[in-house]
Antibody, heavy 120, light 110 residues
Framework: QVTLKESGPMLVQSTQTLTLTCSFS??????????VGWIRQPPGKALEWLAL???????RYNPSLKTRLTISKDTSKNQVVLTMANMDPVDSATYYC????????????WGQGTLVTVSS | QSALTQPPSASGSPGQSVTISCTGT?????????VSWYQQHPGKAPKLMIY???KRPSGVPDRFSGSKSGNTASLTVSGLQAEDEADYYC??????????FGGGTKLTVL
């Protein structure tokens, strides 16, 4: 079955760069039409889509955060990495990674999420 | 502030039907048939309930249905059950570089 799990630091300092890893199983990012995205959710607030990478290395970014985000994949390790530069306390949130199929156009499997707190 | 507008709350009694709306523009909901809906229980990850406006993933009860008219999408939950109490988020394709979420609706089963 498809599973995803996020990992990374629980606490980062302001201005630092956050690096999060999504480790997955049950699918391959070499498969046509498959993608992995990142979505975050500040405590008590709504979901916000951040970035998405497809099997063909096509990358998409939230326009309002594009300058701070980098997404990459390592298909041999079944991992997707997201970096977010210049972290601020407002970036404190639970960060989720999720599987997406191009033909479904939806995030159909999600990781459990990882809470990141940014201290000033 | 979310790009898609949802009512903050909705409620209904067990057995009743409730509809949650999600309003966007012609650049997102109105322009694509790529609306999805997610259910999120407290402390849990979101779960896909509806994709491509009306389709249900395997395992999602047929009490959940989706529709769209113009720039507004809707999620209807029929035959409300206690376990349906959760937050619900809509999501829409918005051009090649954006996948917008709504602000979320807290559904209460009275």
């Amino acid at each position: 079955q498809v599973t995803l799990k996020e990992s990374g630091p629980m606490l980062v300092q302001s201005t630092q760069t956050l690096t999060l890893t999504c480790s997955f199983s049950g699918f391959s990012l070499n498969t046509n039409g498959v993608g992995v995205g990142w979505i975050r959710q500040p405590p008590g607030k709504a979901l916000e889509w951040l970035a998405l990478i497809y099997w063909d290395d096509d990358k998409r970014y939230n326009p309002s955060l594009k300058t701070r985000l980098t997404i990459s994949k390592d298909t041999s390790k079944n991992q997707v990495v997201l970096t977010m530069a210049n972290m601020d306390p407002v970036d404190s949130a639970t960060y989720y990674c999720a599987h997406r199929q191009l033909r479904q156009a939806a995030f159909d499997f999600w990781g459990q999420g990882t809470l990141v707190t940014v201290s000033s | 502030q979310s790009a898609l507008t949802q009512p903050p709350s909705a409620s209904g009694s067990p057995g009743q039907s409730v509809t949650i709306s999600c309003t966007g523009t012609s650049s997102d909901i109105g322009g694509y048939n790529y609306v999805s809906w997610y259910q999120q229980h407290p402390g849990k990850a979101p779960k896909l309930m509806i994709y491509q406006v009306t389709k249900r993933p395997s395992g999602v009860p047929d009490r959940f249905s989706g529709s769209k008219s113009g720039n507004t999408a809707s999620l209807t939950v029929s035959g409300l059950q206690a376990e349906d109490e959760a937050d619900y988020y809509c999501n829409s394709h918005a051009g090649s570089n954006n996948f917008e979420f709504g602000g979320g609706t807290k559904l209460t089963v009275l």
